[in-house]
Nanobody
Framework: QVQLVESGGGLVQAGGSLRLSCAASGRTFSSVSMGWFRQAPGKEREFVAAISSSGGSTDFGNSVKGRFTISRDNAKNTVYLQMNSLKPEDTAVYYC?????????????????WGQGTQVTVSS
């Protein structure tokens, strides 16, 4: 059984930074991509970032390019989302997800397991 547990969310002022972590259980972590999505109240789930199984390839949503980075530590079964220059519009619940394949994809249907989410609130 695969479990994904996010942590690191919280309240931050605009312009600040947060780092989210997602710890994964299961033996296949190093062979699959990982992604981060977010959902704000009343809005659809939005792709944020994804990283390939090896960490050599990444992809980002247009709204976060240049501000967010994604990384992973396969020895620790953990994926990270470093969020800099945060804006109030980044406020959302952030979810990590495990991909079906090794390459980073931006569509939710390319992911099979999801965490419970962590709240990020950016005040103006």
């Amino acid at each position: 059984q695969v479990q994904l547990v996010e942590s690191g969310g919280g309240l931050v002022q605009a312009g600040g930074s947060l780092r989210l972590s997602c710890a994964a259980s299961g033996r296949t972590f190093s062979s699959v991509s990982m992604g981060w999505f977010r959902q704000a109240p009343g809005k659809e789930r939005e792709f944020v970032a994804a990283i390939s199984s090896s960490g050599g390839s990444t992809d980002f949503g247009n709204s976060v390019k240049g501000r967010f980075t994604i990384s992973r530590d396969n020895a620790k079964n953990t994926v990270y989302l470093q969020m800099n220059s945060l804006k109030p519009e980044d406020t959302a619940v952030y979810y990590c997800a495990r991909g079906y394949y090794s390459l980073p994809y931006s569509r939710p249907d390319e992911y099979d397991y999801w965490g419970q989410g962590t709240q990020v609130t950016v005040s103006s």
